[in-house]
């Protein structure tokens, strides 16, 4: 064995497998199996959704930065003490074995894949700003109560959504919110108390009076129907 190289198996390419790939491949007989054939930043998802772009640079092809390795790009599905058996039924004997699998998400296979699901996900207007391809405001609010509603415990919303009714009071007391809400003029006022609060009621002027009563100094706004348009400098 003195002077051959040990063949290290990676199951994995996500952050852990594929730095360590990166790391080790020219001092290793080096095997990366990954289910698909990219490394994706993880954290980069959220930007790539709305501005399809930088996919293209969040999204790796593992052959872009693997040079000196061999990239099997099969799910893992079982191990012996010396090999490791795909699911394509190969069988990769190894000497050191990396087992770096992460968590369980499903994505498409290929580069070219993943960066076409992001173009489909938004609808992207000329100048570069982003809608649901819905084009309707409203999907935004139902995917939001959706979550909250999927994802249940400490982060429901729907124990406290309030809809058809006016918030006409704000006051702050103790650390504490305290909100005075009507359906209708003449009725009567219902009391909701809350740690916080988040007013996002626009250009509505109500919202700004609401803020005047919680102690803030309003700025009168001026309007600002344009779009901006910036330079990306890439580092
Ligand atoms: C949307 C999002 C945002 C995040 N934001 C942050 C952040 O801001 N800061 C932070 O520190 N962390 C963040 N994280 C967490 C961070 O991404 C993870 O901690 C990190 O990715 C874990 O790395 P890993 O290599 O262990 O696993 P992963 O990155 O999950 O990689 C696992 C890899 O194994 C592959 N795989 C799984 N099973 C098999 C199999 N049987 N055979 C072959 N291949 C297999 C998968 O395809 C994948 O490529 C975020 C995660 C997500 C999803």
Redesign the pocket.
Same mark, same amino acid.
């Given at each position: 064995m003195e002077g051959e190289k040990r063949r290290v198996v990676i199951?994995?390419?996500?952050?852990?497998?594929s730095l360590l790939a990166k790391s080790i491949q020219f001092n290793s007989n080096l095997t990366l199996?990954?289910?698909?054939e990219y490394?994706e930043i993880? %954290?980069a998802? %959220?930007r790539a959704m709305v501005d399809p772009s930088f996919g293209e640079r969040s999204v790796i092809n593992h052959r872009d930065y693997l040079s000196n390795g061999r990239i099997v790009a099969?799910?893992?599905?079982d191990i012996t003490e010396t090999e490791d058996l795909t699911a394509e039924g190969r069988l990769i004997p190894y000497d050191y074995l990396i087992i770096?699998?992460?968590?369980?998400?499903s994505v498409p296979k290929t580069r070219t894949e993943m960066l076409n699901q992001y173009q489909k996900e938004q609808n992207v207007e000329e100048d570069g700003r982003v809608f649901p391809v819905s084009n309707s405001s409203s999907t935004i609010i139902d995917c939001l109560m959706s979550e909250a509603n999927r994802t249940g415990g400490a982060y429901s919303l729907s124990s406290v959504v309030q809809t058809g009714k006016i918030v006409r009071m704000a006051s702050a007391n103790g650390g504490k919110f305290l909100l005075g809400i009507r359906k209708q003029t003449t009725s009567p006022l219902e009391y909701l108390e809350a740690e916080y609060l988040l007013i996002a009621s626009g250009n509505n002027s109500q919202g700004f009076s609401l803020a005047s009563q919680l102690g803030h100094s309003i700025i009168d706004s001026v309007p600002s129907l344009f779009t901006f348009k910036t330079v990306r400098i890439h580092s």
């Amino acid at each position: 064995m003195e002077g051959e190289k040990r063949r290290v198996v990676i199951i994995g390419g996500g952050v852990a497998g594929s730095l360590l790939a990166k790391s080790i491949q020219f001092n290793s007989n080096l095997t990366l199996i990954d289910e698909k054939e990219y490394f994706e930043i993880p %954290w980069a998802r %959220w930007r790539a959704m709305v501005d399809p772009s930088f996919g293209e640079r969040s999204v790796i092809n593992h052959r872009d930065y693997l040079s000196n390795g061999r990239i099997v790009a099969s799910s893992a599905i079982d191990i012996t003490e010396t090999e490791d058996l795909t699911a394509e039924g190969r069988l990769i004997p190894y000497d050191y074995l990396i087992i770096a699998i992460g968590h369980i998400d499903s994505v498409p296979k290929t580069r070219t894949e993943m960066l076409n699901q992001y173009q489909k996900e938004q609808n992207v207007e000329e100048d570069g700003r982003v809608f649901p391809v819905s084009n309707s405001s409203s999907t935004i609010i139902d995917c939001l109560m959706s979550e909250a509603n999927r994802t249940g415990g400490a982060y429901s919303l729907s124990s406290v959504v309030q809809t058809g009714k006016i918030v006409r009071m704000a006051s702050a007391n103790g650390g504490k919110f305290l909100l005075g809400i009507r359906k209708q003029t003449t009725s009567p006022l219902e009391y909701l108390e809350a740690e916080y609060l988040l007013i996002a009621s626009g250009n509505n002027s109500q919202g700004f009076s609401l803020a005047s009563q919680l102690g803030h100094s309003i700025i009168d706004s001026v309007p600002s129907l344009f779009t901006f348009k910036t330079v990306r400098i890439h580092s």
